[in-house]
């Protein structure tokens, strides 16, 4: 009795293992309110948002495309290789076995890399072209590997048998030995489709400007938090698969029920039969359609005049994209990326010539420092005059001489406290050592912002090397090790609103969303300082359409264009003319979205300090987190 | 029986170090049931695939009508197969396996229904039309393999071994079938096997093979009765194989002892072997025979007893209906047309008879 229960609870166990984090992502993509933390009712509204979000529909087509693109292109080759590798001698065929199984086994990262550096080499233009060869290659030897035993299982006699009947060696093989490999065909071909279907590694490396597969695209959004739309779709997808499965399943089980029957006629079932001759061409016709329809619509306004952009993920209104297009007739071909770090490489290897992208201060003064940038002709921006005086001050710490960078948005980091648990007014960093917060304090996961706020603190500059400052950092960091709750970078935001934790370091712009959800939160800057971080436009030296880029910062300067992208990404905007555009009082007077910045003295932004202090930052780190 | 329709020409065929067959000559008369029989790696089966056209020989020819075929490939040749192991087409019901051959000629739709019809009642197994293959028991898709073949109407039906993977009452019964369908379809049969047995109940022409050489080419009771080497001979039923020595004709010393024979031309005092069949020899009371013995070994077989007599340091395979107890004192007789004188073997090429498989 003990036993069977045990079993059944282990089998419970793992069950609920497997399946509770697709059933929460169900449950989210009904859930109101836009946070993770908080039930606010049952809603359609993401499905209907999804369906109408042309980004993310855009990037699922091309991902369904590639995918069934890829897995065909790879099931033809690969089966073709499985037939030829199965024809050659032991010695060879196990050689040949082993060579096709190496790049399953190497880590995709390196894939990825390899390909792109091959693709470089030969001048290919990165996009869907290469993302397809990338996925062709990679998918070839998971077919190989669900053919071959397929294969190896066939009576060599009956290929044989039917060359005996007449059959010619082409007709022998499609009659008599396909049929019997279809098994192995067909789930090689679903193996190769799903393994395309979410590969992000080799899609990201391999992938160019203006195209984005649904696992990049729900990578960019990072940064900003993943929308619930994605729920949605995730949620449509899981369902699909599901119901396609079923249906599999469900007509073997028919077989089986015949062929114990011996008596009886035995013919394939009807329910297989339909599947295989309607329902899946009708499928994959339909899914073709919409592609080629999608695909025509974006050719059809492929003309030479235009920009490519490099963006963070989310951090632009799509509408304004369009506006642009029909203002000056310029195509945007428009790119996204997740961090600064990912963007640099792209940059510095000069693989695809971006016009226009927008880095981070301590990014564009590396940048700057490698002679990556080149210098703006202001004489194409007039709108700059929009852009506050203070901020042109600040970026002078990255771009000395405002040569080089358009300020687009930016912040500060501070305290996000609610008023309900913490009763006296918060001026200090040193609230974040107060015994009397402990397990209720929120840290930033992340070297550069947890030195940061410790250094300031101590009244240290947040660019120090001094390796006093940063062994006096650590240890006080070391210090408030037990009275944090958790080290987090995204659930911040989610954690505030749902009142699981009293105090945490948080940047402005999530500060303004998440005041709006939960109004017992307060947002301030400490008097010891903080720092404050600017993203700005800049144009890469190897940009191809110079002018185009400056017209398109231009654009992106008028005050009605920022206020669109300000309402859009809720991150300050030092565009001051937008501002006084704002409708919303409150917003437009908000102490966290728009700072007096002449009171505060000791605002840095972060500088680039080059390798050395770079590893001593991630030593020291390293140092706090295991200890 | 008349002319050849089918001629090996000195066919030599190497697999990497191993010669399978080397100047290897064969002629099959149209309608003749020819065996190839043999033990396992003698040759049988790839002289059947090199007539197939599944394989080339390295060197020599194949004539068949008349023609030359050996470069022919296999789709192009006027004669069909019937695998070991069936090889019938899983995916196809019994009616699509069958009409393979004909759809592919492009045969009328009416013309296919009708052969379908016929075959099928051909292997009476009417009304199996919509079956798979696997609901079919082995015997049952044997024949079907066969309905497959001879509906193209082929000058020759290729067996390889196709009632190895049958039990042996059902081996029985389709060896009466096969017999039927060679006297109705008068066509000429190959058939390979390594069952003597199967051999020698349906064959009108035995080829026994070893090591990639011809033994013996004869009819059944040919190559029964007149084993023409120490390996036909033990490979074809059980014998006593003996050293001996042809004192004259008409006279052999066998252990020591003179036996009266009826071969003649071996010349005087030659060393031969002589083959003894175990039913041929009587066991009689001690005295009365040529040697006397010791019954060593008995066992009850069904049909007979098989007893091993120790006389002159030799165990005697005795088979008798008659029981004698082990220890019984017995003296052993053979008539002289039952003694079977063969030459011991000289060149190289036939010593390869010799070595045991």
Redesign the interface.
Known sequence: MIRKFLQKLYLALIFIILYAPIVTLMVLSFNQSKTRAKWGGFTLKWYKELFQNEQIMSAFYTTLIISFVAAAAATLIGTAAAIAIQGMKQRWRTFYMGVTNIPMMNAEIVMGVSLMLLFIAFRMKMGFGTILIAHITFNIPYVILSVAPKLKQT?R??Y??????????L??FF??VF??IVPGVMSGFMLAFTMSLDDFVITHFTKGPGIDTLSTKIYTEVRKGIKPEIYALSTIMFVTVLVLLILINYSPEEKEDT?TK?KR????SKVKKILLRRVIPVTICVLFLFGGFYYSRESNVMNSDKVVVYNWGEYLDPEVLTMFEEETGIDVVYEEFETNEILYPKISSGAIAYDVICPSDYMIQRMIKNDLLAEINFDNIPNIKNIGKDYMEQSRQFDPENKYSVPYCWGTVGILYNKTMVKEPVTSWSILWDEKYKDNILMQDSVRDAFGVTLKYLGYSLNSTDLDELTEARDLLIEQKPLVQAYVIDQVRDKMIGNEAAIGVIYSGEAIYTQMENPDLEYVIPEEGSNIWIDSWVIPKNAENKENGEKFINFLCRPDIALKNFEYITYSTPNVEARKLIEDDAVRNSKIAFPDLSQYENLETFQYMGTEADQTYGELWNQVKSH | MSNKLIDFQNISKTYGMQTVLDDFNLYIRENEFLTLLGPSGCGKTTTLRIL???ETPDAGRVIFDGKDITDL???KRQL??V???Y?????M?IAENIA??LK??NKSKQYIHDKIKYALKLVNLDGYE???P??LSGGQQQRI?IA??IV?EPKVLLLDEPLGALDLKLRQDMQYELIRLKNELGITFLYVTHDQEEALTMSDTIVVMNQGYIQQIGTPEMIYNEPENAFVADFIGESNIISATMVEDRLVKILGVNFPCVDEGFGQNKPVDVVIRPEDIDLLKPGEGSIDGVVTHLIFKGVHYEMEVMANNYEWLVHSTDMFPVGTQVSIHVDPFDIQIMKKPESEDEEAVNIEE
Do not use: Y
């Open positions: 009576n006699h009956v044989e048998a039917a060359l005996d009947l007449g059959a010619s060696p007709e022998a009659k008599v049929p019997d062929k011996k006629a035995k013919k394939p | 197939g056209g599944f490939p296999p789709n069909n197969t695998f070991q192991k090889a019938l087409f899983t995916h019901t393979f051959g592919i000629k919509n079956r798979m696997d609901s393999a497959r073949a193209n």
